[in-house]
């Protein structure tokens, strides 16, 4: 982030905006550097360190790449500044605890074919068929845990206010990193498959995920890459029968019952399904455009029905219920944590810390695999 970016987010709400050359002064004023710091999450004490910052490659994925496919907002960029610190803290101390994340599932290139590849990987990772989305997307969780990959999930509530722009994310060596799609559990998954793709290549990218992006082939041959391999890596045998479907037209109401089917049984979402029928002309761009629109238009008719249920359920006094989702916990994370403690490598408020569970929790965790 540049100066001129930062002023004003600092600036905002001041009467008289903070200038560029009162936080580049030899002495900051505690109120700018208060500022400064809800921008970055650092705590003050990090600014009065007279020791000059790491900016090394390993420090942070800003410092190993400067373009992404996606204009990164501010809260997009603290969510991938957390997990790089949570990735270097927890290399940290898996070292300490004698523990060793080599990689297990081999390197492919962009000329490899991402068909070929996902048929190999998907035999040695993809889980037993889960009807429930949420189960198949814990499930293949742990199977790249039992192949050294983590993977995280991050959850943005509904009233956050710098929200991230971004679906998910690959560190490397092994972090996967998933925004928690609470209402579409098939669009994470697809996103989790797009980042394995990532890590398969072992190029990093931080990642926004937009069918029309597809449809317009505005991608780059990495995106390309992945999401073909995302794409076929779920499809498994059922691609043969989406590839030799019948064209979609209105005469045959489009295949919808048929990709609502194909859909339940491969946890591809119905429009990443009509858009790969797109893409090998099985739907004209005009139907294709029908369909989606209405897709766009059942899902908001939902959100408006929602949305006046809790309005009217607020007027009668009745509790909303429900609560922030839990993030999935990588059988990975949890095991390394147990060992650390085991160990004496951290202590049991780091531990409950580590895990973000509170101290009355502790016992369920330092028995269990995963949450």
């Known amino acids: 982030m540049s100066v001129e970016e930062l002023l004003p987010l600092i600036s905002e709400g001041l009467t008289k905006p903070i200038t560029k050359k009162q936080i580049l002064s030899p002495n900051i004023e505690l109120g700018h550097l208060k500022r400064i710091d809800k921008v970055f999450n650092k705590g003050i004490h990090y600014y009065l360190d007279p020791k000059s910052p790491d900016v090394s490659k390993d420090a942070s994925i800003f410092f190993r790449k400067t373009k992404f496919d996606v204009d990164l907002s501010l809260g997009a960029r603290k969510i991938v500044n957390h997990f790089e610190e949570f990735k270097i803290s927890l290399s940290a ?5 004698d523990i060793k994340f080599d990689r297990i599932l081999p390197v492919f290139t962009l000329n490899s074919n991402p068909k070929n590849v996902a048929t190999e990987i998907r035999k040695l990772v993809n889980p037993e068929f889960k009807i429930k989305d949420k189960d198949f997307l814990t499930e293949l969780i742990k199977k790249l845990a039992e192949k050294n990959i983590l993977v995280f999930e991050f959850v943005e509530t509904w009233n956050k206010k710098e929200r991230a722009n971004i679906d998910g994310f690959f560190l490397k060596p092994n972090v996967i990193v998933l925004k928690r799609q609470q209402i579409s559990f098939k669009r994470e998954i697809f996103t989790l498959a797009h980042e394995l793709g990532h890590y398969i290549l072992n190029e990093e990218e931080i ?29 498994g045998e059922f691609e043969e029968i989406i590839e ?62 929602l949305k006046k249920k809790r309005e009217l359920d607020k007027q009668n006094g009745i509790n909303p219920g429900g609560s922030t989702p839990i993030p999935i916990k990588s059988p990975l994370l949890v095991s390394t944590i147990q060992t650390a403690f085991y160990e004496g490598v951290i202590s049991e408020y780091e531990f409950c810390k580590k895990l973000n569970i509170k101290p009355d929790k502790i016992d369920n965790f330092l028995y269990e695999s995963s949450n």
């Open 93 to 97: 101390i898996a070292e300490l605890s």
């Open 244 to 305: 030799t479907i019948d064209n979609s037209t209105a005469q045959n109401d489009y295949n919808i019952d048929l990709i609502q089917s194909i859909s339940e049984k491969t946890h591809l979402s119905r429009i990443a399904i009509f858009t790969k029928l797109l893409l090998i002309n099985k739907i004209s761009p005009a139907n294709y455009n029908k369909v989606k629109a209405g897709f766009e238009e059942d899902f908001r008719i939902k959100n408006e029905e």
């Open 207 to 235: 990642d926004q995920i937009d069918y029309q992006d597809f449809v317009n082939q505005k991608l780059s041959r990495i995106e390309t890459w992945c999401n073909d391999f995302a794409f076929h890596f779920l499809s």
